[in-house]
């Protein structure tokens, strides 16, 4: 038995499916692929794979990651091809790794990176917007409403963000290589984007990235930032895209590298 840990990343083609037929595209591939993946027991046996925090619709995301068990010894470049080879457009195995922490992604979740992309309602220079956020991090407590299935409650949002910053007009924080000619699917994410800057007027769109609590234990997210930011300045933030840059695991002092267990942030 070999556990496996991947990271893939989820494109513009396939944004707006649902988690769920994510988890049956994966098993699709598998079967397709002849990959040997572990069964559970039962009457209703599946496939012994674990994703990480699941993706909203609609956002697309550089740092998707799952775990895989694997009953005959294959190597990790071996699976990454098969697998890549069953996969739709927009769909793309980047990293696998034998894990050999036994850990479960879904559960180890801590945190995340977002980039989101905006439209305000007024033309105010960086500056200005580099002010108000400083401001708005400097509150100790940030509480916002949020409604769940039975009540509506208030909580405190602010140990839930890590990091918070502005960028200008135009200049997208996606690394080169997102999009590479030799790469085997010729995802749309930066042509995406670039559609979006060329559409409005620069000084109107504006770039969001930000840090924020993720999992089990707490979870934030980016849009709900937005709505407290957008309360708090008295602005009107319209989404135009959201780009999940990384997934973070934890230990309850830092964020580290799902594959790494690297350290990138003390909280």
């Given at each position: 038995?070999?556990?496996?840990?991947?990271?893939?990343?989820?494109?513009?083609?396939?944004?707006?499916?649902?988690?769920?037929?994510?988890?049956?595209?994966?098993?699709?591939?598998?079967?397709?692929?002849?990959?040997?993946?572990?069964?559970?027991?039962?009457?209703?046996?599946?496939?012994?794979?674990?994703?990480?925090?699941?993706?909203?619709?609609?956002?697309?995301?550089?740092?998707?990651?799952?775990?895989?068990?694997?009953?005959?010894?294959?190597?990790?470049?071996?699976?990454?091809?098969?697998?890549?080879?069953?996969?739709?457009?927009?769909?793309?195995?980047?990293?696998?790794?034998?894990?050999?922490?036994?850990?479960n992604i879904m559960a180890s979740v801590a945190g995340a990176s977002y980039e989101v992309l905006v439209e305000h309602d007024s033309n105010p220079k960086t500056e200005k917007f580099d002010r108000m956020l400083a401001l708005y991090l400097k509150e100790k407590e940030i509480y916002m409403e949020k409604e769940s299935k039975r009540k509506t409650r208030m909580i405190d949002i602010r140990p839930m963000i890590y990091a918070f910053s502005i960028y200008d007009a135009g200049h997208l924080l996606l690394p080169a290589g997102i999009k590479e000619a030799e790469?085997?699917?010729?995802?749309?994410?930066?042509?995406?984007?670039?559609?979006?800057?060329?559409?409005?007027?620069?000084?109107?769109?504006?770039?969001?990235?930000?840090?924020?609590?993720?999992?089990?234990?707490?979870?934030?997210?980016?849009?709900?930032?937005?709505?407290?930011?957008?309360?708090?300045?008295?602005?009107?933030?319209?989404?135009?895209?959201?780009?999940?840059?990384?997934?973070?695991?934890?230990?309850?002092?830092?964020?580290?590298?799902?594959?790494?267990?690297?350290?990138?942030?003390?909280?």
């Amino acid at each position: 038995m070999v556990n496996l840990r991947v990271k893939f990343i989820r494109g513009e083609e396939i944004k707006f499916i649902s988690h769920l037929d994510l988890m049956r595209v994966f098993e699709r591939a598998l079967r397709r692929s002849e990959i040997p993946v572990a069964y559970s027991k039962g009457f209703n046996p599946h496939p012994q794979m674990v994703f990480g925090l699941p993706l909203s619709v609609g956002v697309t995301s550089q740092c998707e990651y799952a775990d895989f068990k694997i009953e005959d010894n294959i190597e990790p470049n071996e699976f990454i091809q098969r697998l890549n080879d069953n996969l739709p457009l927009g769909l793309e195995i980047m990293k696998a790794s034998i894990n050999e922490s036994g850990t479960n992604i879904m559960a180890s979740v801590a945190g995340a990176s977002y980039e989101v992309l905006v439209e305000h309602d007024s033309n105010p220079k960086t500056e200005k917007f580099d002010r108000m956020l400083a401001l708005y991090l400097k509150e100790k407590e940030i509480y916002m409403e949020k409604e769940s299935k039975r009540k509506t409650r208030m909580i405190d949002i602010r140990p839930m963000i890590y990091a918070f910053s502005i960028y200008d007009a135009g200049h997208l924080l996606l690394p080169a290589g997102i999009k590479e000619a030799e790469s085997p699917k010729n995802l749309d994410i930066k042509d995406k984007e670039n559609e979006i800057l060329k559409a409005s007027q620069p000084p109107e769109i504006i770039n969001f990235k930000m840090i924020l609590a993720a999992g089990s234990r707490a979870n934030l997210k980016p849009e709900f930032v937005l709505k407290s930011f957008s309360d708090y300045t008295g602005l009107t933030f319209r989404i135009l895209k959201i780009h999940r840059l990384d997934l973070f695991v934890g230990d309850g002092e830092s964020l580290k590298d799902p594959m790494s267990e690297r350290v990138i942030l003390s909280i």
